[in-house]
């Protein structure tokens, strides 16, 4: 008898000691801009938080400026387990759903307040869960923050941006913003548009003034017009089966984890927005434009038809939820 429990004692502990001895969960997340930028600072906040809060469990590399992969193969490697978590801008998801191309829409938002009021809204919520069928699964919406566009020649009035070519992201909708403008847009990677700024393979671009600035695009361009007629906000992701499948508690923490992280992304992408525009205003290398009402105005009737355009593919439903948001109750 005695014997047999010290069999069945050894044989307890051979089976119990791989979860004792188990490594810990990795989590690779890659992105494609700069570390001190919203986004970079978000994704550094994560990984401190989870080594505090989560040591031995949970381990996570972060992989900034394209390190791994850029953002036309991040996805793919999402669902081959190359890494398991990204934040590509949301124009980077129209093959996976129509729906997240509301973010796109020109002077849709009035302010980042009201992107704030969409994104924590029941449709906002809802929108995280649109990718589900392919895979993919919304964890947050980080911001960057809203757009300026700019070119070597001012850009005031809309007739301003005919004939030139700008860079855009892969986005049908950014593309019909531009040709509405009668410009030429290049689909192009983030981490190719310095260089094609610089030799003149694209004429303009449209940008936060964050990458503006980390990626010193107004070095090489003479104009930017304030015209925070878009958004540029990132959504973190992850392969739907592997977050789905890690234990209940650990799922719950990283969950809080990254609200927190969210915080520290979203607040960075404030506070830098006023910086950046100030330290470039201040380098004297480039001049920024500030439009007037009329002008401002101008851009919107002549940008506005993409809305109708892309409504059936969107919702009308989620296009009214988002003009919803601009009112402050």
Do not use: C
């Not at 997240?100 to 849709?108: K, M, S, T």
């Not at 919520?125 to 919406?141: E, I, W």
């Not at 007739?159 to 049908?172: C, H, M």
């Not at 404030?270 to 380098?283: G, T, Y």
């Amino acid at each position: 008898m005695r014997n047999l429990a010290i069999g069945l004692a050894l044989v307890a502990l051979i089976f119990s000691a791989p979860v004792a001895n188990a490594d810990p969960i990795k989590i690779k997340f890659s992105h494609v801009v700069a570390e001190n930028t919203p986004k970079g600072k978000g994704a550094l906040a994560f990984k401190r938080l989870v080594e505090k809060r989560l040591a031995g469990k949970v381990v996570v590399e972060v992989y900034p400026n394209s390190q791994l992969f850029d953002d036309k193969k991040v996805m793919q490697a999402l669902l081959l387990g190359d890494i398991q978590m990204a934040a590509p801008s949301l124009s980077k998801f129209n093959k996976f759903t129509r729906k997240l191309q509301v973010f796109d829409l020109p002077f849709l938002f009035d302010d980042i307040d009201a992107v704030d009021r969409f994104q924590n809204s029941s449709t906002g919520k809802a929108l995280l869960d649109s990718m589900k069928s392919k895979g993919y699964k919304g964890l947050a919406y980080w911001h960057n923050g809203m757009k300026q566009i700019s070119a070597n020649k001012p850009l005031r009035m809309p007739t301003d941006a005919k004939g030139l070519k700008f860079r855009i992201q892969q986005s049908d909708v950014l593309e019909a913003q531009f040709r509405a403008l009668k410009a030429n847009p290049q689909k192009m990677a983030f981490s190719e548009v310095y260089n094609a700024l610089q030799t003149g393979v694209v004429d303009g671009q449209e940008n936060t003034w964050s990458n503006i600035y980390s990626k010193k695009f107004f070095e090489v361009q003479k104009y930017f017009s304030e015209s925070n007629h878009g958004l540029i906000d990132y959504l973190v992701v992850t392969n739907a089966k592997f977050w789905d499948g890690l234990p209940g508690d650990i799922r719950t923490e990283l969950e809080q984890i990254l609200v927190e992280a969210t915080a520290v992304a979203n607040g960075t992408a404030r506070q830098k927005a006023d910086n950046d525009r100030r330290k470039i205003i201040e380098s004297g290398v480039t001049q920024v434009l500030t439009l007037s009402k009329d002008e401002l105005a101008a851009w919107r009737r002549v940008m506005q038809p993409v809305w109708q355009k892309f409504e059936r593919q969107i919702g009308k439903d989620v296009i009214d939820a988002a003009l919803a948001a601009n009112k402050v109750s």
